[in-house]
């Protein structure tokens, strides 16, 4: 089987100035991603999501353990070459339209001239931006704001895009067109990583989670055999057992 991320007993712990252990991130985390599937990394906050993310991008490296992306280490050019990413917070110049801003992605791809038109033309109309596009993004809602950065993310035609709470702080509808996007990607056999805390939009895109609660795995399994309800399954496996004693508190 062709596994596009595989992900092997990874762990990281940050330290301070005196490199003494702050925190324990991620306690030797395992997954495999198959090509063309839409894979949800769940938890709830502090759970180890953005530093597994990061380690998958090749931006921190871990303290033990491996990562394959597409078969090679993810701090390679060549991996860094089939990865999209789309942050939560997407920083861009206000003053420049979304074909500029793609442009300027599609530069950093080093993509020629006439490739690059082309692709940016099919990106505005992927991502229903074709008639705003060359409006100064400073005056984009945060939904329309929200596709540019997909876009952006797309313009190097990656084979793994990585999302990062890719609905975050999004009305329903433009929540509607994320999810449908990323569904027309996977069905055209991109692979997608997700990471959420919003449990509807995994269950509605999602094939494989894999949920994290302080830096371990607490449970892995295809979405269709987790029940009707991923909510009750998620907090079965992460539901806070500590009792607050609320009426002792207002006494």
């Not at 509808?173 to 939009?201: N, P």
């Amino acid at each position: 089987m062709e596994y596009a991320l595989a992900v092997d007993n990874v762990r990281k712990t940050y330290r301070d100035f005196w490199m003494r252990p702050t925190v324990h991130a991620v306690k030797g985390v395992s997954f495999s991603v198959r090509a063309g599937e839409v894979f949800g990394l769940l938890g709830p906050n502090g759970s180890g999501k953005s530093t597994t993310i990061k380690m998958i991008l090749g931006l921190v490296r871990p303290d033990g353990g491996s990562i394959s992306v597409f078969g090679r280490s993810p701090r390679t050019v060549e991996a860094r070459r089939s990865v999209g990413y789309l942050p939560e917070l997407s920083y861009m110049h206000p003053f420049l339209t979304a074909r500029e801003t793609l442009s300027y992605y599609a530069g950093l791809c080093d993509l020629d001239r006439k490739t690059a038109r082309m692709r940016i033309a099919q990106l505005l109309e992927m991502t229903g931006l074709q008639d705003a596009a060359d409006r100064p993004v400073g005056g984009y809602s945060k939904g329309m704001a929200r596709r540019v950065a997909m876009a952006s993310a797309l313009v190097g035609k990656p084979g793994l895009l990585v999302m990062d709470e890719p609905t975050s702080g999004l009305d329903p509808v433009s929540t509607s067109e994320v999810k449908t996007l990323v569904k027309t990607l996977s069905a055209a056999g991109m692979t997608i990583v997700m990471s959420s805390h919003l449990l509807a939009d995994a269950q509605d895109v999602c094939d494989t989670v894999v949920i994290l609660n302080r830096g371990e795995k607490a449970a892995e399994g295809r979405i269709a055999d987790m029940g009707s309800s991923l909510e009750e399954y998620f907090l079965a496996k992460v539901g806070d057992a500590r009792n607050f004693k609320v009426a002792e508190f207002l006494a």
